[in-house]
């Protein structure tokens, strides 16, 4: 079945250390996005990009990085320079056919946690 | 700017009842809106949207929205409430113009027997 994978779903780190959480989707998505949330929060963008090779910083980027060597991989890096990392991290895809109508595909989600 | 409100943190509505979970926006042009529904420890899952055309949409597992463009509101309804129906909501915006959503902090909604 078509869809978006994150991994790990745990994740524990130390701080200091970067962590990379992987996000794979196989829908033929152009259009990839990494959201945060926290509790109470809702979701927050931290980076998106609309076609490989090319990302921009959402609301938070700050601490974070990205990369989109290929169409189907967005993996993002939370570096040691994010002061505040632990969270939920969510990846999700858009149709691009569909323009700015189309809605959301998420992953089931990376949870982070500074130890 | 784009902005989303949900103005309650927690709905909590007796099984059978009709339920509603209120979003009002703010875009600068014309919305496209977007309900979600996330449960423990998932991924958020899309339940309808708001385009163009009729005010009222129906979407997944018998929830509808209406879109009421004087108000910049668009309220997630259903006719009667199941148990099952008990997670985290959340409303999205996107401009017409801007490839990212925002979204509302989210309304859990609370379906009890």
């Known amino acids: 079945d078509g869809g978006i994978t994150q991994s790990p779903k745990y994740l524990f780190r130390k701080e200091g250390q970067n962590v990379t959480l992987s996000c794979e989707q196989n829908l033929n998505h152009d259009a990839m996005y990494w959201y945060r949330q926290d509790p109470g929060q809702g979701l927050r963008l931290i980076y998106y990009s609309q076609i490989v090779n090319d990302f921009q910083k959402g609301d938070i980027a700050e601490g974070y990085s990205v990369s989109r060597e290929k169409k189907e991989s967005f993996p993002l890096t939370v570096t040691s320079a994010q002061k505040n990392p632990t969270a939920f991290y969510l990846c999700a895809s858009r149709n691009p056919a569909l323009e700015f109508t189309g809605e959301l595909f998420f992953g089931e989600g990376s949870r982070l946690t500074v130890l | 700017a784009q902005s989303v409100a949900q103005p309650e943190d927690q709905v909590n509505v007796a099984e059978g009842n009709p339920l509603t979970v209120k979003c009002t926006y703010s875009v600068s042009g014309n919305p496209y809106l977007f309900w979600y529904v996330q449960y423990p420890n998932r991924g958020l899952q899309f339940l309808l949207k708001y385009i163009t055309g009729d005010n009222l949409v129906k979407g997944s597992y018998g929830f509808e929205a209406e879109f009421n463009k004087s108000q910049t509101s668009f309220h997630l309804k259903k006719p009667s409430a199941l148990v099952s129906d008990s997670a985290l909501y959340f409303c999205?915006?996107?401009?017409?113009?801007?490839?990212?959503?925002?979204f509302g902090d989210g309304t859990t909604l609370t379906v009890k027997p």
């Open positions: 999205a915006v996107r401009d017409t113009n801007a490839g990212k959503s925002t």
